[in-house]
């Protein structure tokens, strides 16, 4: 088995390691080019792959790209917001955006029909997309299955570019429907630099690094191409673990916060999430929490609190045992509300501009 599988199992083990074996470097030596993110600051974002010559690039003016693909595996949740919100950082950059709808790569990894891959991407990712804030207009939106016969064409051509050998060294011997996914997928990261796409330009891709597999063999690729392309620059985030601890599983509704979740529905998952308090009351006041194991802290990090500071003070209350889990769960509670019920209107208001966009630039027949 490979030591990364970007089809199964999202617990990846020790950031660190796998950034030592695979030649990810750390996010703190481009730190300061990048803006002022709390995924940044607080290490969320922790890696990257070839950003040097990127942000070189945007700094001297020039085009630069930014790709990310919607896999329609569930509802969407806070796990997903994450790469929500580096789409909307880069597109603040000036990044040219492209989204690719990864039906295809669902039918033949996941067993999901088109039809029901298309009505999930539309309805529960691209909706709160917009409703989280991206901007529709000049991002290239398409789903795979519709990218084009120039497109899908050069996917099959990227295949000369690697041998057998490095497809199961990457992969694990995967079985065709993975290997034509992930041929699919290189011409999708590479799509941004196309021809008819404004041709070569640094492009990056902000994934979890259980996607390094295909960065790694699509910077293979556009090595090896004849058409001239940037390898393509990758950055990494960690993943949330599920609220009961462990990974976060879209079959397991306990485990996330969907963004279509009622507030009755968030408040009894918080309930139920697994904290870093002590098992009484007398041995939590005199030890404090466990922060690192507790998930509705991590909620709070990643997702509820901008402010620094604050969350700084709730983490330094906490582990002193000052603060109860009772009182972190109520903070959370209350700013989940908060979130849920003002995007719960902007989802509303998305939908039209949705579905006026996917009529205007999707094709209503599937292959």
């Known amino acids: 088995m490979p030591e990364i599988d970007p089809w199964g199992d999202v617990e990846v083990g020790e950031y660190r390691e796998k950034m030592e074996k695979f030649g990810i470097e750390p996010i ?24 040097d010559e990127y942000l070189d690039a945007l700094d001297d003016g020039e085009d630069v790209a930014m790709i990310t693909g919607i896999m329609p595996s569930g509802m969407f949740h806070l796990g997903h917001k994450i790469v929500v919100d580096q789409v909307l950082m880069y597109q603040e950059m000036g990044a040219d955006v492209t989204l690719t709808a990864a039906d295809i790569e ?5 067993g999901i029909s088109l039809e029901d891959a298309r009505e999930m991407v539309i309805e529960q990712y691209l909706t709160n997309y917009v409703a989280l804030g991206l901007d529709l207009e000049n991002v290239d939106f398409y789903f795979q299955s519709q990218a084009g016969n120039d497109h899908l064409a050069r996917s099959k051509l990227f295949a000369k570019h690697l041998t057998r050998n490095e497809m199961d060294a990457t992969y694990g011997e995967p079985s065709p429907g993975k290997i034509a996914s992930a041929l699919m997928q290189y011409a999708d990261i590479l799509r941004p630099q196309f021809p008819e796409n404004g041709g070569p330009k640094p492009t990056v891709v902000p994934v979890g690094i259980d ?10 690729v556009a090595r090896k191409a004849s058409q ?5 620059a990758s950055i990494y985030n960690k993943f949330m673990r599920g609220l009961q601890g462990g990974k976060m599983s879209s079959s397991d509704p306990k485990s996330y916060i969907a963004l279509t979740d009622s507030v009755e529905e968030e408040k009894q998952k918080i309930d139920e999430a697994k904290t870093g308090g002590r098992d009484t009351l007398e041995e939590h006041r005199e030890k404090g ?6 998930m509705v802290f991590e909620l709070l990090a990643f997702h509820l609190i901008e402010d620094d500071s604050e969350l700084e003070r709730i983490r330094e209350e906490y582990e002193s045992g000052e603060m109860l889990s009772g009182e972190l769960k109520q903070i959370a509670k209350e700013k989940l509300e908060e979130f849920l019920l003002a995007h719960k209107e902007r989802r509303e208001d998305a939908r ?13 027949e599937l292959v």
């Open 28 to 51: 703190e030596e481009i730190a300061d080019k990048l803006p002022d993110h709390r995924y940044i600051r607080r290490g969320i974002i922790f890696g990257h792959r070839g950003m």
């Open 106 to 110: 669902a039918h033949n990894t996941r």
């Open 352 to 364: 039209e501009e949705v579905e006026q966009f996917v009529e205007e630039n999707v094709e209503s």
């Open 228 to 232: 001239d392309f940037y390898k393509p």
């Open 289 to 294: 929490a466990d922060v690192e194991e507790d």
């Open 211 to 220: 996607q390094d597999p295909h960065i790694r063999l699509t910077r293979e």
